[in-house]
């Protein structure tokens, strides 16, 4: 439920700063990182995405922040296979396969946080 929460209170986030820059053309820092210390965090874009994903600019949505924009795809290809087929995803894994998943996670974060350094 937290995570939920969590991703509903981020959607509330969302949904004001594009209500914002439709009125006003001006997008507020929503970045604790890049606001105290000036540099992009690695899920920098990530309201941008969503705001560009709103106004279906998707090529734009990509350019911000990639892995974002491929969580959020793959998220919803996910919840469309829950309500359509009441399947849902479960993997039993080692610990093995755990490491190696996890080592690939930061190996994918760290390299959309070289782009989204090189884009920002």
Known sequence: MWALGLCLGWLLLVAWVWWLEQRTGITPE???VHGAFGIPCPT????????????GRWAEALRFNPLVFLGLAGGMAALAV???TG??????????????????????????????????
């Open 30 to 32: 929503t970045c604790l």
């Open 44 to 55: 920098c874009g990530s309201t941008r995405v969503v705001t560009r994903l709103l106004e």
């Open 82 to 84: 829950r309500f359509t």
């Open 87 to 120: 399947w849902w995803f479960r993997f039993d894994l080692s610990l093995n396969e755990r490491a190696w998943i996890l080592a690939g996670g930061v190996a994918l974060l760290l390299a959309n946080w070289a782009w989204v350094l090189r884009v920002q």
